[in-house]
């Protein structure tokens, strides 16, 4: 399996959302300007303008997947070495005893007649 290198992808999904958001601002201001209302490709800015966010936040899902890849090794050696802390008012999931003796449903408190 061949590498595919992921970062000029990123570099060209967050250059074409910049391009695409920048003709989204000229194509409003000429909106205001004239009274024509023409289209790039049949879209208008605020199409233009989802088109630029969704391109954005692909990018940013790329990039987040490639530094989790990277960093995994190290992230899961950290976590064999310090396992993870427990709230004090929580009991701790790994410890079967407390939790046998915790399950106990709570009895009502009785009412007093009279």
Request: proline share 10%.
């Amino acid at each position: 399996m061949a590498l595919v290198p992921i970062l000029p992808l990123i570099d060209l999904l967050i250059l074409v959302a910049w391009t695409i958001l920048m003709l989204a601002v000229v194509q409003k201001a000429l909106w205001m300007a004239v009274a024509a209302r023409f289209t790039i490709l049949g879209l208008t800015p605020y199409d233009l303008l989802l088109v630029a966010g969704t391109c954005l936040l692909f990018a940013l899902a790329l990039a987040a997947r490639v530094w989790v890849k990277a960093h995994e090794p190290q992230l899961l050696r950290q976590g064999r070495r310090h396992p993870a802390e427990v709230l004090p008012d929580f009991p701790d999931p790994r410890d079967s005893d407390t939790m046998l003796a915790d399950s106990k449903p709570p009895q009502a408190p009785e009412r007093a007649t009279g």
